[in-house]
C-alpha cells in the first residue's frame, strides 16, 4: 500500500497535479489544520462517464485542486491520489489516518436531477472501527456547513444523509463525502468546466474554513 501522501503544489499548472509525493514525513505547517481531499475514483475505475464523455474522476480531481487554491492561506491540504494512481476506498481513509489529518473530504459527482447537491456523513459504526462521538459531531458538523455553503454560493439544493458510506469507514477523523452536482451538468470544454467548478470550489473550501473558525459568543456582540 502506497506511503506517500501528494502535499498541493499550486505552482503547478491546476489541472495535471503532475507532480512527485514528498513522503510521510513532510513538513506540516504548525498552526494549520491538515485536510485531506480524496478526488473519487481514478484511471483505473472512471466512475460515471457522462453522454459527452467526460469522466467522473477527471472532474473531481480538478475540482480538489480548485478548492486546494482556495485553502492555501488558511490549511495545509493533500490528495489522497495523483492523475494516475490507483487506490482502495481503505487505502485513502488509511492514508489519512497515518498523516494525522483533521478532517477528509470525498469528492464526487452524481447523476440524479440537476440542481441538486449531496453531502453524506457516516453516524453508524464501520465493520472495523466505530465512530467516536467527537468524530460524528464533527462530520455532521462539516456536512451542514457544506451545504449552506452550497446553498449560498452556488443556488444548488443540498441534502444532508446519513449513510454507512464505505468510503469514509475507519476514518480517525471528521469526514464527508460530497457530490456537489450532476456530471451532466459539467462543461466537455476545460475552459468552460473550470469556470463552472470554481463556485463549488469555494463554497466547499468556505466549509471547510468555516469549521475552524471559533464559535461566537451572542453575548460579546454589542
Known sequence: ????????????????????????????????????????????????????????????????????????????????RTADDSLTLSERTTLANQIGANLFVALHTHALVPGESYVFFRATPGTTTGISPETKAGAKQLAELTAARLRTGTGMKPQVRTAPVAGLE??????????????????????????????????IAAAVTAYFEPPTDPGSAE
Open 1 to 80: 500500500m502506497p506511503k506517500d501522501f501528494i502535499p498541493v503544489i499550486l505552482a503547478i499548472a491546476l489541472l495535471t497535479l503532475a507532480f512527485p509525493a514528498t513522503g510521510h514525513s513532510a513538513t506540516i505547517i504548525t498552526g494549520q489544520p491538515q485536510i485531506i481531499l480524496d478526488p473519487g475514483h481514478d484511471s483505473r475505475n472512471a466512475g460515471m462517464i457522462s453522454p459527452a464523455g467526460l469522466e467522473e474522476h477527471r472532474v473531481t480531481r480538478e475540482l480538489a485542486v480548485l478548492i486546494a487554491a482556495e485553502l492555501e492561506e488558511t490549511a495545509q491540504v493533500s490528495f489522497t
Open 170 to 203: 475507519g476514518l480517525l477523523m471528521p469526514g464527508i463525502l460530497v457530490e456537489p452536482f450532476s456530471l451532466n451538468q459539467v462543461p466537455e470544454q476545460p475552459g468552460k468546466r473550470s469556470e463552472f467548478l470554481a463556485p463549488f470550489a469555494r463554497a
